[in-house]
Structure formats: C-alpha cells, structure tokens
C-alpha cells in the first residue's frame, strides 16, 4: 500500500524507482490522477522548494527529485481523461530563454492536450527570436510562456515586444506562468492573461478562444 506522504517522501529523496511504485500503487488502488500529481508529486516538489532555497539541498539533489518526479508524472499521463474531439485551438508553449525549468511547462502542457487542444512544447530555454519564428510557422492562437525564476521573467516581455515590433500581436493572445508572476506582472506587460497553475491555465485557453 502506498500513500501521498509516501510518494512525496520518494520525490524528495530523489527516489524515481519509489515514486514509480507508489505511482503504480496509488493508481491501482483507484486515486484520482490529479490527486497523485497534486498531493503527491507536486507535494514533494513543494518541499524541495523549501529546502533548496534554505541551502539544504544542492543542485544534484534537486536534479534527482525532478527526475524522479517527471517519472511519475509519465504513468498519470494517459490517465488524465482526454476530451476527443477536433482541436479547438493551437497553443504554443515554452520556457523562455535563459530558464531550464521545464516541470510545471509540461504539466501545463498535459492538461491543455488533455483538454482538446493542440499543443506545440518548444522546450526550454527558448529565444524571443524562435518564439516569434515558431509563431510564423505554426500560426498558434495562443503563445503560453513560462518563467520560474524572477531574473527571467522580462524575457516575456521581450517576446511580447518582438510580437509588436512583427506586427503580429493582434494575431496571437499571450499567457503567462510560472511561480514568481503575477497577474500584476501581465497587465504591466500587456500579456493577455494569467494562471497561477495548470488547471487554470487550461480555464484561460478555453476562454480566450472562445
Ligand atoms: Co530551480 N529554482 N534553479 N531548479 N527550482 C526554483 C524556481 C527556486 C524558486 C528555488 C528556490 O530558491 N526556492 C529558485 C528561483 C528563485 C527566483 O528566481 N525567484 C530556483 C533557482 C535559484 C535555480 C537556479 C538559479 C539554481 C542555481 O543553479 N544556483 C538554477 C537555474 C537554472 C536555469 O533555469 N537557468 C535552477 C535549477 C534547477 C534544476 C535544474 C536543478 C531543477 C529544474 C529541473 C527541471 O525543471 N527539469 C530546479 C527545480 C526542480 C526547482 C524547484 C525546486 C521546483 C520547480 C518545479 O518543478 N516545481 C523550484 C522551487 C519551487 O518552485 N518550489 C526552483 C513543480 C512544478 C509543478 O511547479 O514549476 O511552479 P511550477 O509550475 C506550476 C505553476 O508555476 C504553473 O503551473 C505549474 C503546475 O501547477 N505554471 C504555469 C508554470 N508554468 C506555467 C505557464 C502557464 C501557466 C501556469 O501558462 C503559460
């Protein structure tokens, strides 16, 4: 029998083959995947935050729980029940540049693909120049950008810029997220919107495309 404390324990030491069989474990015995992403998972994560920030764990450490985690969140995936139906909409979805943080990108990710929509992941650490080159390309409705680290944050801005500078700001609606930005932080950046977490960010898609 495993339990949320249990998984996330496992995402803090770093763990993957654990958190893997606590996965599997909460998944048989019937949990609801975004339990097991929120409770467990991100749970974990949460303390490694903390203790990262607080010098008690290094970046090996934090490289180790981040693994362990995406591990897990590879079993829920094709849990997460996905609406079938034609996309209603091309998002277009990256770290900007000079932040590799890429966990909460792909969950946000997920659950935007899990809700019916086409979604483009960039990857991370991605330039304005190739976000603005992708928008060219793709012709997305939606450019979605993530930043976790508050040194690069105005690189969304630069993208927002560069958009303008194209002229292609009135084809394309621009999010924001990521853990240091704020729905403040969109409005002084012209960004369309906000979400604080990938559920939201899947409420906000569905709004601005319709
Ligand atoms: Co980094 N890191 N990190 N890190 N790291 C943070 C972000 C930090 C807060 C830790 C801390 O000090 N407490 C801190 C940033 C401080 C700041 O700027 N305010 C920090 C730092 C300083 C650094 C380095 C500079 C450390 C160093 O080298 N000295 C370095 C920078 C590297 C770089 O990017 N250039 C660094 C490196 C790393 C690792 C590589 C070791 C690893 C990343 C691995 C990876 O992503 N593949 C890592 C990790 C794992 C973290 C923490 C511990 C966890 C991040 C995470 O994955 N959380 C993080 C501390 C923390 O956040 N508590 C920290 C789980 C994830 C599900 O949540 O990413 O917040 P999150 O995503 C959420 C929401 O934010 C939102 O939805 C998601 C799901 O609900 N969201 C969006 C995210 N993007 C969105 C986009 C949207 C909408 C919502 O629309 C488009």
């Given at each position: ?44 994560m949460n303390v490694v935050g903390v203790r990262f920030k607080a010098g ?155």
């Amino acid at each position: 029998m495993s339990n949320y404390a249990d998984l996330a324990q496992s995402v803090i030491e770093g763990q993957k083959d654990k958190v893997i069989e606590h996965v599997k474990n909460l998944i048989s015995a019937g949990n609801d995947p975004m339990d097991i992403i929120n409770e467990g998972l991100i749970a974990g994560m949460n303390v490694v935050g903390v203790r990262f920030k607080a010098g008690d764990m290094f970046v090996p450490e934090v490289l180790m729980a981040a693994k362990s985690m995406a591990g897990g969140v590879e079993l829920v995936k094709p849990l997460i029940a996905t609406v079938d139906q034609k996309s209603a909409g091309k998002i277009l979805l990256g770290t900007v540049k000079g932040d590799l943080h890429d966990i909460g990108k792909n969950l946000v990710g997920m659950l935007i693909e899990s809700a019916g929509l086409e979604v483009i992941n960039m990857g991370v650490d991605i330039s304005a120049e190739d976000f603005v080159d992708a928008v060219i390309e793709h012709e997305p409705d939606i450019v979605a950008l993530s930043a976790l680290l508050t040194t690069t944050m105005p690189a969304m801005q630069d993208i927002i810029e560069i958009l303008e500078d194209e002229d292609l700001r009135d084809k394309v609606k621009v999010i924001i997220g990521g853990a240091p930005v704020s729905q403040e932080y969109a409005d002084t950046i012209g960004a369309d919107g906000y979400a604080p977490d990938a559920g939201s960010a899947v409420e906000l898609c569905k709004k601005l495309l319709a």
